[in-house]
């Protein structure tokens, strides 16, 4: 039993140790020594401009002046909210922006995917630039977005997103996750592809966006995805930025449980990315498929140590006890205090492992539908 225990405790404390370390070095090498090259070019195309939205009137005005704000020529532009049965002021507020030139697309409340249907179905660009009712865009993002597009190599580009700071330590210790899952993208766009896109800024070719199935949690992953399998690259270009506000870590477990729910959606949508027929096989099986197997490797980390032999058995049981000790300490811990710096990341860290969990019951047959 011991020597089963020590490989099945090497095994899984070797795949975590991986994805979380190793892997992020090894893209890191990769787009360093082997990067691919993209053309950019200053091109002005046509650009549909999709905002989805659902009881958005607390951000929605701003939304819309970020947009029109945007220094791309307005007659390039056409501007669409589609508004997914809001029972707010959502659809009013849109309505006072006709004379800019915004146009309301009303539907009966079913969901994103139904909403950016009609979005898509609506335009008439050249190029789709899909964001979102929360976040506000820096002025030249959308130039900065459609210059790849010159590579005729290139289907969807992504954007960046900045959280500003937050005024907790969990809220910096969410933002710096969130920085952490940047660096491994950006590098990944530079050897070939990011595995999706950023939802509140990303702009793809029209002839690539097929509709949604029904019920699809991930948009800016099914989308790219489905462009990427067709052969085109999907990358993602930091300098053209949406702004967003920090994030609670109660916020950030009901995102992540949905982004990973909708993970497994994409895996049954294109079974290809499992096969060494994708392109970014080793990729796609150390980030995206990998993040999902994390939390089981971690429960087979613990449940094995119980069965090492004497000595190795009491240090690591002992090591992993501290470790979810600290993670349920932070509840405890005041802002104030220095421990908040430890304790925080640790309790983040395991709260997004909670998430992967919840998010596996995708798996199930009965399992429930997810909302906005």
Known sequence: ?????????????????????VYPLLVAALARWRPKPVRRAPIQPRVSVILAVRDGERWLERKLDSILALDYPKELMEIFVVSDGSADATDEIAARY?????????????????????????????????????????PGCLTRLVAPFADPSVGVVSGGLVIRHGGTRQEAATGLYWSYEKWIRIRQSAVDSVLGATGAIYAMRREL??????????DDVHLPMGAFVRGFRVLIDESAQAFDEPSSLRSEFRRKVRTLAGNYQVLRAFPVLLTPANRMWLHFLSHKFGRLLLPFALILCAVSAFFLPPGWREALLAGQFAFYTIAAADLAVPESSGLKRL????????ALMAATLCASRMLLPFNRRFRW
């Open 1 to 21: 039993m011991s020597v089963v225990a020590s490989v099945a405790f090497v095994l899984s404390a070797g795949f975590v140790v991986y994805v979380l370390l």
């Open 98 to 138: 006709a004379p800019s030139g915004v146009r309301l697309i009303r539907i009966p409340r079913q969901g994103k995917w139904a909403a950016i249907n009609a979005g898509i179905a609506a335009a008439t660009g050249e190029i789709l630039f899909f964001t979102d009712v929360r976040q506000t865009l820096e």
């Open 343 to 350: 304790t925080a990341p640790v309790q983040t860290f395991v």
């Open 209 to 218: 966006a097929e509709p949604l199935p029904p019920d699809t949690l991930l």
